[in-house]
């Protein structure tokens, strides 16, 4: 079983609506949540970073986190072509001697005109 | 500021061949990672260095000897390719956060 499990999509939506991705994770260890938006033939770049349960908005993003559920999600709000990407999860935890983060497969957004 | 800077863009190998992919970054931070990027696998760390002079492997390592050149530079080094290490790879940097920066990638064919 991977430790952070992910739907690849694709997933295609219209633009304006709200898209919700999802990840569940397995080790409890996990402190902190991430979400990276990966544009095509580009490196991942962070959108959104959390470390508590419950929600952090900025903009038409919001994460949310459910520790008791090992369960993380990332909603846009009014969706726009601009946003079609791959959308990565990731989650760190902190050990003797450094940080571990582990990614998700990433799921392929498509928002439609 | 540049931010990550990879070299090259694209590059295709026989089996065999060898090659060093080169990154580097202008943010001042210690810590460097190498991943690899397939599809449906998502980013698997190859190698990382939590400081200059310090090298540890990652998920991934077999085929691949990395080197922390300085504090900015982070080289890795495939001395037989292969195939299966047909791959995008990123070099990433991180500072006292856990936000990783990630370079523009490279794209390796090994025929």
């Known amino acids: 079983q991977k430790e952070v499990e992910q739907d690849p999509g694709p997933l295609s939506v219209p633009e304006g609506a709200i898209v919700s991705l999802n990840c569940t994770y397995s080790?409890?260890?996990?402190?902190?949540f991430m979400w990276y938006r990966q544009y095509s033939r580009k490196g991942p770049e962070l959108l959104m970073y959390?470390?508590?349960?419950g929600n952090k908005e900025d903009g038409r993003f919001t994460a949310q986190v459910d520790k008791s559920s090992k369960y993380i999600s990332l909603f846009i709000r009014d969706s726009q072509p601009s946003d079609s990407a791959t959308y990565l999860c990731?989650?760190?935890?902190?050990?003797?001697?450094?940080?571990?983060?582990?990614f998700g497969a990433g799921t392929r957004l498509f928002v439609k005109a | 500021n540049a931010g990550v800077t990879q070299t090259p863009k694209f590059q295709v190998l026989k089996t065999g061949q060898s090659m060093t992919l080169q990154c580097a970054q202008d943010?001042?931070?210690?810590?460097m990672y190498w991943y690899r990027q397939d599809p449906g696998m998502g980013l698997r760390l190859i190698y990382y260095?939590?400081?200059?002079?310090?090298?540890d492997k990652g998920e991934v390592p077999n085929g691949y000897n990395v080197s922390r050149l300085n504090k900015r530079e982070f080289s890795l080094r495939l001395e037989s390719a292969a195939p299966s290490q047909t791959s995008v790879y990123f070099c990433?940097?991180?500072?006292?956060?856990?936000?990783?920066?990630f370079g523009p990638g490279t794209r390796l064919t090994v025929l």
């Open positions: 990433a940097s991180r500072g006292r956060g856990d936000e990783q920066f």
């Open positions: 080790n409890s260890a996990f402190q902190y």
């Open positions: 959390t470390y508590s349960s």
């Open positions: 990731a989650m760190s935890a902190g050990y003797t001697g450094g940080f571990k983060t582990i």
């Open positions: 943010m001042n931070h210690n810590s």
């Open positions: 260095s939590a400081s200059e002079g310090t090298t």
